[in-house]
């Protein structure tokens, strides 16, 4: 398995934080984590199917948009497969596709559903793409017209939600209310149209992320990386790791998972 990233250009810094493939020539099981920011997906070759809480499979969009989520997911392929990823800010969400975020929430909507022509003529140049190079200009392209349209203005909330995602310790609502001079209830109204989420749930997701950052260090204790990424106690870590990734951390830093098996 073969997996890569790309980082966006300068120009477009502030809404894709990065592009990524990842390419296989054997079957493959994918566990999806909770995440505060979205992501298009476009399977150029193959196409997964969903499996749900009953273990009931159905098809997966070929190309399309996964929302924000606060929950795990869980998907397959029985064959190789290669896959494009644009991984988003999640301010960018509104300022794309014209809505809030909070409407793409635990959602997963195929891309021609969610900007109709635009969205068909956009999947077919990537299907019809040669090369990572080709694919990532298409879709630097189609950012940059879609941000003309909106006449995107650079927000407050919009570094906040940056230097959340990109700290090693996450601030408490109150403590953001505080440092941008803003009250909590206007917070909960920039979070819930910019990220899908309330602040106190975006800050939990976020920290959880953080402490993906550590797999593959083997010499750290889980108490280690709890302490880190600023929880209270080992047993609150475990708790929101649990409910983010569908498994302990125990076995997420083993390196033997099969959610980890894209990173190895």
Same mark, same amino acid.
């Given at each position: 398995?073969?997996?890569?990233?790309?980082?966006? %250009?300068?120009?477009?810094?502030? @809404?894709?934080? $990065?592009?990524?493939?990842l390419? %296989?020539?054997?079957? @493959?099981? +994918?566990?999806?984590?909770? =995440?505060? $920011?979205?992501?298009?997906?476009? *399977?150029?070759?193959?196409?997964?199917?969903?499996?749900?809480?009953?273990?009931?499979?159905?098809?997966?969009?070929?190309?399309?948009?996964?929302?924000?989520?606060?929950?795990? %997911?869980?998907?397959?392929?029985?064959?190789?497969?290669?896959?494009?990823?644009?991984? /988003?800010?999640? +301010?960018?969400?509104?300022?794309?596709?014209?809505m809030?975020?909070?409407?793409?929430?635990?959602?997963?909507?195929?891309? &021609?559903?969610?900007?109709?022509?635009?969205?068909?003529?956009?999947?077919?140049?990537?299907?019809?793409?040669?090369?990572?190079e080709?694919?990532?200009?298409?879709?630097?392209?189609?950012?940059?017209e879609?941000l003309?349209?909106?006449?995107?203005?650079?927000?407050?909330?919009?570094?906040?939600?940056?230097?959340?995602?990109?700290? =090693?310790?996450?601030?408490?609502?109150?403590?953001?209310?505080? =440092? *941008?001079?803003?009250?909590?209830?206007? /917070?909960?109204?920039?979070?819930?149209?910019?990220?899908?989420?309330?602040?106190?749930?975006?800050?939990?997701?976020?920290?959880?992320? *953080?402490?993906?950052?550590?797999?593959?260090?083997? @010499?750290?204790?889980?108490? &280690?990386?709890?302490?880190? $990424?600023?929880? @209270?106690?080992?047993s609150?870590?475990? +708790? =929101?790791?649990n409910?983010?990734?569908?498994?302990?951390?125990?076995?997420?830093?083993?390196?033997?998972?099969?959610?980890?098996?894209?990173?190895?």
């Open positions: 398995m073969i997996y890569r990233t790309v980082p966006p %250009s300068i120009k477009l810094k502030d @809404y894709i934080r $990065c592009f990524w493939f390419e %296989s020539d054997q079957a @493959y099981t +994918h566990y999806g984590m909770a =995440d505060v $920011c979205p992501e298009l997906v476009f *399977h150029y070759k193959g196409q997964f199917d969903e499996i749900d809480e009953q273990g009931s499979r159905k098809p997966s969009f070929l190309s399309g948009i996964n929302g924000p989520t606060n929950q795990t %997911s869980k998907f397959v392929i029985d064959s190789g497969f290669g896959m494009f990823g644009v991984y /988003l800010y999640p +301010h960018t969400i509104p300022l794309l596709f014209g809030p975020a909070n409407e793409l929430t635990n959602q997963m909507v195929a891309i &021609d559903l969610l900007l109709k022509t635009l969205g068909g003529n956009l999947e077919e140049q990537i299907m019809n793409s040669t090369s990572d080709q694919r990532v200009g298409i879709i630097e392209n189609f950012v940059q879609q003309a349209k909106t006449k995107t203005t650079q927000l407050p909330i919009f570094n906040t939600l940056k230097h959340i995602i990109h700290s =090693d310790r996450t601030p408490s609502v109150k403590q953001l209310s505080m =440092d *941008h001079a803003v009250s909590e209830r206007q /917070l909960e109204r920039q979070f819930s149209q910019f990220t899908g989420f309330s602040p106190k749930k975006f800050i939990r997701i976020a920290r959880f992320h *953080h402490t993906i950052q550590f797999y593959g260090k083997e @010499y750290l204790k889980l108490s &280690d990386i709890a302490l880190e $990424c600023g929880y @209270y106690d080992q609150h870590f475990i +708790h =929101d790791f409910q983010f990734a569908g498994i302990g951390p125990k076995e997420y830093f083993s390196g033997k998972s099969p959610n980890t098996k894209w990173r190895d």
